[in-house]
């Protein structure tokens, strides 16, 4: 079909647009990655720009790999994410397989208190009474339990187990499968993509969450890295990073350790999003209108 | 004799869902149920168990917004002191101020955050190429992946006085730089837009899917009738993903007063506070630092009803207007 001018017109204006929205998107964050391989003093004077590296070194990884409270937090991180993301990951899909099942008596009532939740809750101060009460303040469980599932995910998953033709449950139950086995060897294989997405949602989640780690941690043995962070970045306090370094180096190497800081802690999540991104585009779209 | 025995049955039938009756039902009915799902309910304790404790508990234990609590008496032991800590609130000088901030943000970010993910789905609808409209996206989505310190953490780097921003600034129009972080009438734009710069592109997606989700005849239709590419979208695409744009809507507004309380933590500090504090910042404050659990705690009750009533309000709205809602 032939294309009116006004069309063609918005066809060039419209690329033109989303590539200079791709641009500014990606500006800062490609600037935080060169100025971390560049040379302090020259970051320093370019004033927020910079196209290329200027004089390579890879000076501020070092500082910040030789930096014990960034690797602790570096691992406390880890922690975090792996043991909080597989207990959010085996509680929701028992959580979905159990309420996508049909005949179940209390089904719909445990749902609409699932949901219930989601448009009204106690908030931060009974929560955090809550913790103290439990005697999990200053313990890496005040990180996990609180948040050990997520409804909207719930919701998520079960939408997509409720999509599994129920021929295939009903041969294996003839076999002699239980509820276990269904879920194990026969749901979950099914909805890889979706327990996919689930991992990152909720190892995103972990990953970059810091405000629990404020209110509920004082032992900096166990600060996740967003924390230290934050110290870097909010507080503008590089003193832990720069020891060893004469006074007049120290703001400008204080500064790219900074930019390698934040690559060292984003660049994990940002290398992983891509391969799931088709998956992620429906499972947005199952659990955010559907559910 | 008929009629009789037509009575009789009545009766019986009625007899037969008489509460008692209806009880043991029930319980009959739970007891096989209960026989027959024992493997599904072990597995579902644990989540229920989580809800209970960590969704309920907090739900329970706000309670000590009428109370005057003390961590020395606890929960049971401190004194119940009715409507005191709201009144309190209502009249304290910060009301007027958080009420203003939190609802002046979430009703900016109705008006420009959520259009703007609109827009960026219809246009990245109209482009032809496949790899350009997939490259696009996952740039755009990137930042979403970004933690908020590193998000608030540039922010502060570019928006410095000595940042690029000023400098651009600077040297297009030769004002004096400004340090935007500390200027309380910047506060609203630099939040709403590094809000915008930091979702578009995710809130996108639920749009495109709705579109993708629009049956392509109504398009082959709208092309006979002679409507070009604009008509197209504004007559078939827009009336296609408005059932999603509602149900997303309604969702915001239950959520507006819930404004983004970890973002503006990063961001404000006090020479903003006049803007930048929000109901949930200032909960904070009073209850996590000075720990003055009751009154934060009523101040959070007041904010959790409020964004109800509003969620129950739009959802009904919703409802009246078209078949679209959350229940």
Known sequence: ?291 | MAKVEKEIIAGSIKQKSSFGDRVTNFKNKAVKDFKRNKLIYLMISPVVLYYIIFQYGPMYGLQIAFKDYSPALGFHGSPWVGFEHFKDFFNSFYFGRLLKNTILLSFYSLIFAFPAGIILALLLNEVRGRVFKRTVQTVTYMPHFVSLVVIVGILYDFTARDGVINYILVSLFGIEPIAFMRESEWFRTLYIGSDIWQNVGWSSIIFLAAMSGIDPSLYEAAKMDGAGRFKQMIHVTLPGIMPTVVILLILLIGKFMTVGDEKILLMYNPTTYDTADVIGTYVYRKGILESDFSYSAAVGLFKAIIAFTLLVIANGIARKAGDTKLW
């Not at chain 1, 060169?34 to 890879?58: C, E, H, W």
């Not at chain 1, 110290?231 to 390698?260: C, F, H, Q, R």
């Open chain 1, 1 to 291: 079909m032939k294309k009116t001018l006004g069309e063609r017109l918005f066809d060039y204006g419209n690329i033109l647009f989303l590539v200079l929205l791709s641009i500014v998107t990606l500006y800062p964050l490609l600037y935080i990655l060169i100025a971390s391989v560049s040379d302090p003093a020259y970051v320093a004077q370019a004033r927020g720009i910079m196209l290329l590296p200027k004089n390579f070194t890879l000076d501020a990884y070092n500082m910040v790999f030789k930096n014990p409270m960034i690797i602790t937090s570096y691992l406390n991180t880890l922690f975090y994410v792996v043991v909080g993301t597989t207990l959010n990951i085996v509680l929701t899909s028992l959580g979905a397989y159990a309420l996508s099942r049909k005949n179940v008596l209390w089904k719909n009532f445990i749902m609409f208190m699932i949901v219930f939740t989601m448009f009204f809750e106690g908030g931060l101060i009974p929560l955090y009474l809550l913790v103290s009460e439990l005697n999990m303040i200053d313990t890496r469980w005040a990180l996990i339990l609180p948040t050990a599932v997520s409804a909207f995910n719930l919701i998520i998953m079960r939408t997509a187990f409720q999509g599994i033709p129920d021929s295939l449950e009903e041969s294996a139950r003839i076999d002699g499968a239980n509820d276990f086995t269904i879920l194990f060897k026969i749901i979950l294989p099914l909805s890889l993509p979706v327990v996919a997405v689930m991992v990152l949602f909720y190892g995103v989640y972990h990953w970059n969450s810091w405000f629990h780690a404020m209110i509920f941690l004082q032992n900096r043995e166990l600060f996740p890295v967003q924390l230290i962070l934050r110290e870097i970045l909010i507080a503008n306090d590089t003193s832990s990073m720069t020891t060893g370094v004469s006074a007049v180096d120290a703001m400008p190497i204080g500064e790219t350790v900074k930019y390698a800081t934040i690559v060292v802690a984003t660049l994990p999540i940002l290398c992983l999003y891509p391969f799931l991104q088709k998956y992620f585009v429906k499972g947005v779209m199952i659990g955010g209108i559907k559910g």
